[in-house]
C-alpha cells in the first residue's frame, strides 16, 4: 500500500530535537537527574511550608487557649482567696458565737441552781410564816421574775445554739466549695502546664523546620542556578553539534562502510528511495527509505547493534522501531505487524526486533530507512548485495 512517506521527516525533525539532535547523552540526562531532583526540593519546600503555616495556626490557637487558662486561673485563685477571708470570718464569728453560747449555758445552769436553791427557802418560809406574811410574798415575787429571767436566757441560749450550728453548717460549705476550687484550680494549672509545654515543641519544631526550609531553598536556588548553566551548556552543545552535523552531512563522509548492513528482512525492492508520483492522485512526494514486499509474515532483524530509542504505533507507519547506532547514525522499521523490543532496549545486529505486518490490501510489507548524523540517505547502497 502507498504511503505519503513525505510524513517522516516532519515527525524525524520533532523526534530528533529530543532524542537525535540535541546535546549529547551524558549532558541531557544530568538537566533531567537535577530537575528531577530540583521537583523533590520543590515537593518537600510546599510540604515543609504548609507544615510550617499548620504549626503557626495551632500556635496562635494554642496561645489563645494558654491566656484564657492564665485567666481562669487568676479567677479562680480571686475566689480561693475571696473564700478563705470567707472562712477567716466565719470562723471568728464561729469562735465568738460559741464564747457567747458556752457563758449563756453557764448561766442558765447557775440561775436555775439558785432558782432551785431559793425555792426552797420560800418553801420553809411558807410553811412557818404562812404564804400571805410578807416575806413569803416577797420571795414568791422574787422567784416568778427569777423564772421569767431563766426563761428568757433559755430563749436566747435556744437561738444562739441555731445561730451556732448554722455557723457550723456555713463553714462546712465553705469549707467543701474551697476544697471544689482547688481541684478545679489544680486541674486548670495541669492544662496550662501542658499546653504551655505543647506550645514549646511547636515553636522547636517550627525553628527546626525553618531551619529546613532555608537549607532548602538554597538548595532550591543551587539547582536552579545549576540547571540553567547546563541547559546553556546543552544549547551551545546542540549548536556545535548542529554545526558538526551540517559539516559530515554536506562532506560526503560516512560512517559505516557501503555493504555493510545485512537486509532487515529477505524480500523484494516494492518502492525506491527518492521522489516519487502518487499513481492514485497523481501528487509528488519524497520517500526517505525504502519499502520491501514479502512473501509471508517474517522476522524483522536489526542490521547492527545499537539502542531502541521508540518502539510503538506511530502515525501512518503504524506499529514501528528507531534505533540508535554508534557512530551518530539511525535506522527506522516501520509498518510491522509486531513489535518484540522496548524502549532504551540494547540490541544485537541479527537481534529480531519485531514481525512484519500486511497492509489494508492484503500485502505483507515492511518500511525501512537508514539516516547519517540525522540526514536520510538511499538505503541500498549500504545494504550487502
Known amino acids: 500500500m502507498k504511503r505519503a512517506l513525505h510524513k517522516i521527516p516532519a515527525w524525524f525533525l520533532t523526534l530528533s530535537v529530543s532524542a537525535v539532535l540535541g546535546a549529547g547523552p551524558k549532558l541531557k540526562s544530568e538537566i533531567k537527574y537535577k530537575t528531577r531532583d530540583l521537583e523533590k526540593v520543590q515537593s518537600e519546600l510546599r510540604q515543609k511550608e504548609a507544615e510550617t503555616q499548620e504549626i503557626l495556626q495551632e500556635s496562635m490557637e494554642l496561645s ?32 465568738k458565737t460559741k464564747n457567747i453560747k458556752d457563758n449563756l449555758e453557764k448561766k442558765f445552769f447557775e440561775d436555775g ?31 416568778i421574775e427569777k423564772n421569767r429571767q431563766i426563761k428568757g436566757l433559755k430563749n436566747q441560749k435556744n437561738k444562739m445554739d441555731d445561730n451556732f450550728e448554722e455557723l457550723v453548717g456555713a463553714q462546712k460549705s465553705l469549707q467543701s466549695e474551697l ?4 481541684g478545679v484550680l489544680s486541674k486548670v494549672k495541669a492544662d496550662y502546664s501542658s499546653q504551655q509545654n505543647l506550645l514549646k515543641k511547636k515553636e522547636s519544631r517550627r525553628q527546626i523546620i525553618e531551619g529546613e526550609l532555608k537549607d532548602l531553598k538554597k538548595t532550591a536556588q543551587e539547582l536552579t542556578a545549576m540547571i540553567d548553566l547546563l541547559r546553556i551548556q546543552e544549547k551551545k552543545e546542540t549548536e556545535e553539534s548542529a554545526k558538526e552535523r551540517l559539516s559530515k552531512q554536506t562532506s560526503g563522509q560516512s560512517p559505516i562502510l557501503a555493504h555493510s548492513l545485512p537486509w532487515p528482512v529477505e524480500g523484494t525492492l516494492s518502492e525506491k528511495f527518492g521522489k516519487h508520483n502518487n499513481p492514485e492522485f497523481g501528487t509528488p512526494y519524497n520517500s526517505n527509505g525504502i519499502r520491501l514486499k514479502l512473501d509471508e509474515v517474517s522476522p524483522v532483524k536489526a542490521v547492527s547493534e545499537g539502542r531502541v530509542l521508540y518502539a510503538g504505533n506511530f502515525l501512518s507507519f503504524g506499529p514501528m522501531v528507531l534505533m540508535e547506532h554508534p557512530g551518530d547514525w539511525y535506522t527506522v522499521y516501520g509498518n510491522l505487524g509486531e513489535i518484540g523490543v522496548v524502549k ?3 540490541i544485537k545486529e541479527g537481534e529480531a526486533l519485531g514481525k512484519s505486518g500486511i497492509t489494508e490490501k492484503g500485502i505483507h510489507e515492511m518500511y525501512f530507512e537508514l539516516r547519517f548524523y540525522g540526514k536520510p540517505v538511499d538505503p541500498i547502497p549500504w545494504l550487502k548485495n
Open 64 to 95: 489563645g487557649e494558654i491566656t484564657k487558662k492564665r485567666d481562669k486561673i487568676k479567677d479562680i485563685q480571686s475566689t480561693l482567696d475571696n473564700t478563705g477571708l470567707q472562712t477567716k470570718e466565719l470562723q471568728n464569728q464561729i469562735a
Open 113 to 143: 441552781g439558785n432558782l432551785k436553791d431559793f425555792d426552797g427557802q420560800y418553801f420553809i418560809a411558807s410553811a412557818v410564816m404562812g404564804n400571805s406574811a410578807p416575806v413569803p410574798v416577797y420571795m414568791r415575787q422574787l422567784i
Open 179 to 182: 476544697m471544689r476550687q482547688q
Open 344 to 346: 532504551g532496549q540494547e
